[in-house]
């Protein structure tokens, strides 16, 4: 009974664990960063929760970084496009081969004038147009490395480092990142971006500003995650996971009320003798409702040690291969809540079968049931 | 001690009724020793369940140590069971997962003895019935005789009033019964009052008061 309700403890707190790594993440990118406002279109998900969901497109967008940029306190203002290019590899083209696709953040301005908006693992930020920098994501599963030369839209680029942009957790380690400008020369791209990563010391002058064009917006990373804790995406999502945790600990009740139900079943004699002997049905139902959280307790105890060893698993065969930091991080208050939800849970689950063991007969006994 | 002043007990059983217990008056005295003898079905175990107030008369009034008890509520009548009343059956009913000292400490404990109190009393009754040696034994690991003992033991766990036997030798071999025979005459010559079931002769020769029960009437026999 134990190993069973504590596999379905462990599932419910390695799913719970996951889902706060992601947010942990997405949090932790923006506590570290020095951006402190983030200017989008009116309406865009900055941190899209679905597959679907837009982050926006800010339209003339060069003369708005440039305006952005003047403003005084303004420190860097590094604008973002997230665009796909065409890998094309050297050789023969094969017929039917797929098309190779290269997720892309096309960068505009000096990325490293920001504050710890640039993470290097190795070599250093692009200068120059035909550079460019993987994330440590991509450059694994693609099997490029610094000096290698890649082909995208028919512009050769040579890669100078291995890093990312301090964004929005996992997904800035599975993009390229390349001079917007560049793009912008060879037509590939136009005058637009998906969002302006700012550092100020005047952010309400910014917002000021701002507040002038109709399109766009301006929002401090604590209102991106609020908005997005508050998103329809977000809600909708967390709902979900708490339903199937939800169901999963009803199973695990029913499951062990039930089996706790057979064992006072089983028990009928050993309760009459109890009740034939003079114990009040106070100490009989403490005695069984106690059984019913000490086997939770132990269920817990095993389902916390799977979840830290699925946990780390998912890290270790999952997110590592995928080249993210990690999938799955300990969460305290998570594991408090589920601690506290699953002995009251335990209460709840031996409250029948307590109650029908006070209530056996202890007539039974003496008739020499 | 323990009266019964008309007592009539009615089963129902399908579409008929069945008086297990026919007017019944008693009293039982402190320091008494009784054997309540019949035939199987003549309602000896009833009158042992009112006595022990298991079960409550259709009609007439039991009083113990002078209160009416047939009308307390479950709880009340379960208290004066763990400390005014022991009880041994016929089957031991000693609980499997718990040593024998833990089975004779399992009242003194519901009465809200400390633990170590509880323990030196657990270990003094079974001492006081031959089973020092075996204290930590479980009661897979003790002869049929070895167990009842232990019920006994447990009946005396709160220093009860009066001690009520279903039967004590039913299930015991000649040797064990004599045992058990002997721990109960020991018991009654320490002042302790004793209502035994029985159809054993043995058993009813110790006590000194017989009562006999047939078709749900009591009469005693002289002494």
Partial sequence: ?369 | MMALEQVSRKYVVGDSDVWALRDATLRIEKGDFVTVMGPSGSGKSTLLQIIGLLDRPTSGHVSFEGEVVDQLDDERRARLRLLAIGFVFQRFHLLANMTALENVALPIEAAGVPADARYDRAAALLDEVGLTDRAYFFPSQLSGGQRQRVAVARALANDPQLILADEPTGELHSEDKATIVRLFVRLHESGRTIVVVTHDREVAGAAHRHIEIRDGRLREEPP
């Avoid at chain 1, 892309?104 to 301005?109: L, R």
């Avoid at chain 1, 002038?212 to 209102?223: G, V």
């Fill in chain 1, 1 to 369: 009974m134990v190993v069973g309700v504590g596999a379905a403890l462990g599932l419910v707190m390695a799913l719970m664990g996951m889902i706060g790594s992601g947010m942990q993440q997405i949090i932790g990118d923006f506590d570290q960063s020095g951006a402190n406002l983030y200017i989008t279109a009116n309406g865009a998900q900055i941190i899209p929760m679905q597959h679907g969901t837009s982050p926006g497109t800010i339209d003339q967008a060069g003369a708005i970084l440039s305006k952005v940029r003047t403003i005084p306190g303004v420190r860097g203002a590094v604008g973002v496009l997230s665009w796909t290019l065409q890998r094309q590899r050297e050789g023969k083209a094969w017929r039917n081969f797929p098309t190779e696709m290269i997720p892309t953040f096309a960068v505009d301005g000096e990325a490293t004038e920001i504050e710890n908006f640039v993470v290097m693992r190795k070599g250093r930020w692009f200068q120059r147009g035909n550079e460019v920098v993987l994330g440590q994501g991509i450059a694994g599963s693609k099997s490029l490395g610094l000096g290698d030369s890649l082909r995208l839209n028919g512009q050769d680029f040579e890669i100078v480092g291995i890093g990312k942009l301090r964004t929005f957790g996992p997904t800035g380690d599975n993009v390229a990142y390349v001079d917007a400008r560049a793009l912008r020369q060879h037509g590939v791209v136009g005058d637009v971006l998906t969002y302006v990563a700012v550092q100020t010391s005047a952010p309400q002058l910014v917002r000021n500003v701002v507040s002038d064009f109709l399109s766009i917006r301006a929002r401090s990373p604590e209102e991106i995650i609020d908005e997005t804790v508050k998103s329809q995406d977000y809600q909708g999502a967390m709902a979900l996971y708490w339903v199937l945790d939800a169901f999963i600990l009803f199973v695990a009740v029913m499951f062990v009320s039930n089996m706790l139900g057979r064992s006072v079943a089983e028990r009928r004699v050993e309760f009459g003798t109890l009740r034939a002997i003079g114990l009040p049905s106070r100490t009989i139902l403490l005695s069984v409702a106690a059984e019913g959280v000490l086997i939770m307790l132990a269920s817990y105890v095993f389902g916390f040690v799977l979840s830290i060893g699925l946990g780390e698993a998912v890290n270790a065969w999952i997110a590592r291969p995928l080249h993210y930091d990690r999938l799955f991080a300990v969460d305290a208050t998570m594991y408090a809540a589920i601690f506290a939800a699953t002995m009251g849970l335990g209460i709840v689950a031996a409250y029948f079968p307590a109650r029908a063991a006070t209530h056996v007969d202890p007539l039974e006994v003496l008739r020499g049931v």
